[in-house]
């Protein structure tokens, strides 16, 4: 059974930066069979591709958030992380972990969702 | 980016009945070295991740109903639900993930059980 278990702050200060963990069970993030990825939900919108992180470290991000996301992964600790830098209201939403399956672009498994809120 | 839109934004239907969304890509999604069209379906219900439900645009994952069926090819997909229960009721996205990223959804189709 493949678990993905959600970490990390709900609230962020505007113009800080917003920083989750994902915890992964029952598959390792050192395979080389998946990626390791984040998606966000704005309320009441639809998905949103943020990027991925392979077991070797190399990322893609999507090019619109680039400059302010980085994304990590710890694999001693069987966890990556997501970094967004310099966040607005506009970085409102729920964010999600989720694997991405052989590589494929087909999200198998997801976190249970963070709900991260911008206010001073 | 390639643009996903799905029709309708939300429907209605009864229980037993049967429910069909739609879902176009701006681009072909069909890769002809494979033959496969990269399109994926998830069900999301209130407060929950979203869910896989179908794959390679008609490949039901393991423990889905067989009432949930994908179609289409290229550009025009369709999900259909049949026989509805009270259970179906949630958003359903489409999404692509053909070539490189980023991958994109559909807006979200909410589906009501009369």
């Known amino acids: 059974q493949v678990l993905l278990q959600q970490s990390g702050s709900g609230l962020v200060k505007p113009s800080q930066t917003l920083s989750l963990t994902c915890t992964v069970s029952?598959?390792?993030?050192?395979?080389?069979?998946?990626?390791w990825s984040w998606i966000r939900q704005h309320p009441e919108k639809g998905l949103e591709w943020i990027g991925h992180?392979?077991?070797?470290?190399?990322?893609y991000i999507d090019p619109s958030l680039e400059s302010r996301v980085v994304i990590s992964r710890d694999t001693s600790k069987n966890q990556f992380s997501l970094r967004l830098s310099s966040v607005t209201a506009a970085d409102a939403a729920v964010y999600y972990c989720?694997?991405?399956?052989?590589?494929?672009?087909?999200?198998?498994?997801w976190g249970q969702g963070t709900l991260v809120t911008v206010s001073s | 980016d390639i643009v996903m839109t799905q029709s309708p934004d939300s429907l209605a239907v009864s229980l037993g009945g049967r429910a069909t969304i739609s879902c176009k890509s701006s681009?072909?999604?069909?890769?002809?070295?494979?033959?496969?069209?990269?399109l994926a379906w998830y069900q999301q219900k209130p407060g929950q991740p979203p869910k896989l439900l179908i794959s390679?645009?008609?490949t039901r994952e393991s423990g889905v109903p067989d009432r949930f069926s994908g179609g289409g090819s290229g550009t025009d997909f369709s999900l259909t639900i049949s026989r509805l229960q009270a259970e179906d009721a949630a958003v359903y996205y489409c999404?692509?993930?053909?070539?490189?990223?980023?991958?994109?959804f559909g807006q979200g189709t909410k589906l009501e059980i009369k």
């Open positions: 989720a694997r991405d399956r052989g590589r494929s672009g087909i999200f198998d498994f």
């Open positions: 029952g598959a390792s993030i050192n395979s080389g069979a998946y990626y």
């Open positions: 992180v392979y077991y070797s470290g190399s990322t």
């Open positions: 681009q072909s999604l069909l890769f002809r070295s494979d033959n496969k069209n990269y």
């Open positions: 390679w645009a008609s």
């Open positions: 999404q692509q993930y053909y070539g490189s990223p980023p991958r994109t």
